[in-house]
Structure formats: C-alpha cells, structure tokens
Nanobody
Framework: QAQLVESGGGSVQPGGSLRLSCAASGYTLSNYYTTWFRQSPGKEREHVSTIYPGGDITAYAGSVKGRFTISRENAKNTVYLQMNSLKPEDTAMYYC???????????????WGQGTQVTVSS
C-alpha cells in the first residue's frame, strides 16, 4: 500500500531546531516532486519547501528561506526538512506530499501524509 508518513514534530523553544522526516512506502519517492506544506488553525495550508526528483533543485517560501533546508536520502526513501531558528509563527501541522510536477496547488499531489505537529513556544 502506497503511503507517506511524517515524523519528527514536537515542541521547541524559539530559536530551537527540529528535523521532520517524510518516509514513503510502496513507491520510489525520489521519482516525485516532494513538498512540505503547513497549516495553522484558521489558516489555509501553505507551501513551505519543495525538492525536485533529482534532489538538485529546491524551493522555499520566503518566510523560511535561510532557516529551513529540504533534502533527500534515497536509500531510506525519505525526504527531510531541517528547521533551524524556529519562531512562534512556525507553529503548525506540517504535511508532506508527492506529485508529478512542481506545484503549490493542493490538488496536484498524488500522495499526502497525515501530518506532524510543530509547536514553537517559550
């Protein structure tokens, strides 16, 4: 059964770090554009970062650029999101999704994970 599973969320203080994982099973994640989204209560789901199938091209939302890094580990069929210098406004449910092209439209993705909660608070 093809699925995506996120992990690594938790509670941290401002300035702290977390690494989120997005592990695929049932298919080869490196063949897909993999994207992290996040959603806070009362807000729309927003694009955070994308990594292309080859792993050599990445994209970031302006709000996270310079603080977050997306990467692949093909041997583990996993994409990571390293989050540094976390801010309270980064608090959200983080989702990963896999699709056949670069997109920020939620309907363009084939697979979605269930989400992992990140809370940044002092």
């Amino acid at each position: 059964q093809a699925q995506l599973v996120e992990s690594g969320g938790g509670s941290v203080q401002p300035g702290g770090s977390l690494r989120l994982s997005c592990a695929a099973s049932g298919y080869t994640l490196s063949n897909y554009y993999t994207t992290w989204f996040r959603q806070s209560p009362g807000k729309e789901r927003e694009h955070v970062s994308t990594i292309y199938p080859g792993g050599d091209i990445t994209a970031y939302a302006g709000s996270v650029k310079g603080r977050f890094t997306i990467s692949r580990e093909n041997a583990k069929n996993t994409v990571y999101l390293q989050m540094n210098s976390l801010k309270p406004e980064d608090t959200a449910m983080y989702y990963c999704a896999a699709g056949h092209s670069f997109s920020v439209s939620l309907t363009d993705f084939v697979y979605w994970g269930q989400g992992t909660q990140v809370t940044v608070s002092s």
